[in-house]
């Protein structure tokens, strides 16, 4: 079984681990054993005590390791189930117990971004002192689905493999503030905030950057930053190409994020899980990681 132990007493290799740091590592700690134990009190128990196959994860800390673990580098139960000691049917079965306690434990943190906001006033109670918005799509392969239907739906032209797509609102911090609800990668990221409309729940004293992919949303809002677009048979001038840069330089702000929400591989390499719609728990669950990561490490 992997030294736990061991791994906690070694920043770097924690990291390389679990993805966050032991001060992280301890700061989210206290809410994950809280929550587990509460849903362990409602639970009846089915065996006397001492009964039943001896558990491998002795601990809350094993187990929040074990799950942190999971997201980071996100091996086949068959892995996971030899480096834990287990049986693979364990593996999975400690997975889909533990990945909605983390979750419930990074709400509790307020780290997890919301799915959607109602009204500007809802925005501003939620993310008081948020100075820029920038909004942009990101997509995760999966596997090449059977039917031919959801193989034309979840193929992306832009990444020429199928995918699913999520939509995203970060600020200056690169927190990710708003995750759409995971959909088919086929969908452009202008139709996508179309039928989400993340940037009419920002309030207009906050400027909104966007990529080209969302021309045409200019005309609906006032605050909205948009790169120029190069004319048909012409150029742009050199001041229009200068202030794409600007624009550009400002952006990477929204990438970073995005790097570093897919720094667990749980949503960043081709999605094997077979649940309906886990990917859209995974993705949220990473975003969460990264958010609280920001301000715990």
């Not at 809802?122 to 689905?145: H, K, Y």
């Not at 200019?218 to 790169?227: E, G, H, I, S, V």
Request: charged share 30%; hydrophobic share 35%.
């Amino acid at each position: 079984m992997l030294n736990i132990e061991g791994a906690l007493k070694q920043d770097r290799l924690l990291r390389a681990l679990t993805g966050l740091n032991r001060k992280a590592f301890d700061a989210l700690m206290p809410s994950f054993s809280s929550i587990y134990f509460e849903t362990q009190q409602s639970k009846p128990r089915q065996r006397a005590l001492g009964g039943g196959r001896k558990a491998r994860l002795l601990t809350t800390q094993d187990k929040l390791f074990f799950i942190l673990f999971y997201f980071k580098c996100y091996p086949t139960f068959d892995v996971a189930g030899l480096l834990f000691d287990m049986h693979r049917s364990q593996a999975h079965e400690w997975m889909h117990r533990l990945q909605p306690i983390l979750e419930a434990a990074l709400g509790q943190k307020m780290a997890l971004p919301e799915r959607h906001i109602e009204s500007i006033e809802a925005f501003l109670s939620r993310f008081p002192g948020v100075q820029r918005v920038m909004i942009d799509g990101t997509e995760r392969p999966i596997a090449r689905p059977q039917d031919p239907e959801e193989q034309k739906q979840n193929y992306s032209g832009k990444k020429k493999r199928h995918t699913r797509k999520h939509l995203a609102a970060v600020d200056e911090t690169k927190r990710i503030l708003i995750l759409s609800l995971a959909r088919e990668g086929k969908l452009h990221d202008k139709r996508f905030h179309d039928e989400d409309d993340i940037a009419g729940s920002v309030p207009d004293e906050i400027p909104i950057e966007v990529d080209s992919g969302f021309q045409g949303i200019q005309k609906q809002y006032d605050n909205l930053r948009l790169p120029h677009k190069k004319p048909k048979g012409g150029e742009l001038s050199d001041l229009q190409k200068a202030e794409n840069r600007q624009l550009s330089q400002s952006r990477v702000v929204c990438e970073n994020a995005f790097a570093g929400v897919k720094r667990y591989n749980a949503v960043s390499v081709i999605y094997r899980n077979r649940i309906e719609n886990f990917d859209d728990r995974l993705m949220l669950t990473a975003a969460g990681l990264w958010n609280f990561y920001l301000t715990a490490a």
